[in-house]
């Protein structure tokens, strides 16, 4: 298995431009997230998915959109970039049910810069 | 608002010692408390989880403690290691509600040999 993926790695965007951080999942988990992640600040929500066709806004969704049309992808759009948006992207899956024994899977990132 | 208080922000020990990192909650709801590790260029992983019915659970070197009374956690690491240099982060979920997990800001470990 491998896991939760995310493309691509690196980014830079210039303010204004849009991107698709992909990501997917070989689990067959029902539950998907996205994060971000800046200095200091932890991980911060920003959508998230139930089972393919729901999605939910997290704690920072402003600036974002997501689609889950399959249970494995679930890729998250960034409209507009702005430098505020700069900052490391995790996407996650789990199962679902209770989190004890359903724990987040993450991928290992995507570093997005906006100039 | 910050759900999840954690400190320190930042931690250095000598091999052989005992960091400890703390969380503090206000959420009374909350019923599940994982601990993530990360290392740089990586995902945080599940390291060890705990819920409010006990007080304390060690999986390995790893120990977490929990004062369900006081609304805190706090996870112990037994003789560490250069290779436990990482970022830890608390968090803590209601698991018959939402179904957000709200992380702490972290806190970056460093094991000097």
């Known amino acids: 298995n491998a896991g939760v993926t995310q493309t691509p790695k690196f980014r830079i965007l210039k303010i204004g431009q849009s991107m698709t951080l992909q990501c997917t999942q070989d689990?067959?988990?029902?539950?998907m997230y996205w994060y971000r992640q800046d200095p200091g600040m932890g991980l911060k929500l920003i959508y998230y998915?139930?089972?393919?066709?729901?999605?939910d806004k997290g704690e920072v969704p402003n600036g974002y959109n997501v689609s889950r049309s399959t249970t494995e992808d679930f890729p998250l759009r960034l409209e507009l970039a702005a430098p505020s948006q700069t900052s490391v992207y995790f996407c996650?899956?789990?199962?679902?049910?209770?989190?004890?024994?359903?724990?987040?899977?993450f991928g290992n990132g995507t570093r997005l810069t906006v100039t | 608002q910050q759900q999840v208080k954690q400190s320190p922000q930042s931690l250095i020990v000598q091999k052989g010692g005992i960091p400890i990192i703390n969380c503090a909650y206000e959420?009374?709801?909350?019923?599940?408390f994982p601990w993530y590790q990360q290392f740089p260029g990586k995902g945080p992983a599940l390291l060890i989880a705990?819920?409010?019915?006990?007080s304390e659970k060690k999986e390995g070197r790893f120990t977490i403690s929990f004062n369900k009374s006081a609304k805190q956690f706090s996870l112990h690491i037994m003789d560490s290691q250069p290779g436990d240099s990482a970022t830890y982060f608390c968090?803590?979920?209601?698991?018959?509600?939402?179904?957000?997990?709200?992380f702490g800001k972290g806190t970056k470990l460093t094991v000097n040999p």
């Open positions: 996650a899956s789990r199962t679902g049910g209770q989190g004890y024994n359903s724990p987040l899977h």
């Open positions: 689990m067959n988990h029902n539950y």
């Open positions: 998915s139930v089972g393919a066709g729901i999605t």
């Open positions: 959420n009374t709801a909350f019923d599940y």
């Open positions: 705990i819920r409010p019915d006990v």
């Open positions: 968090a803590a979920s209601n698991q018959g509600g939402s179904e957000k997990l709200v």
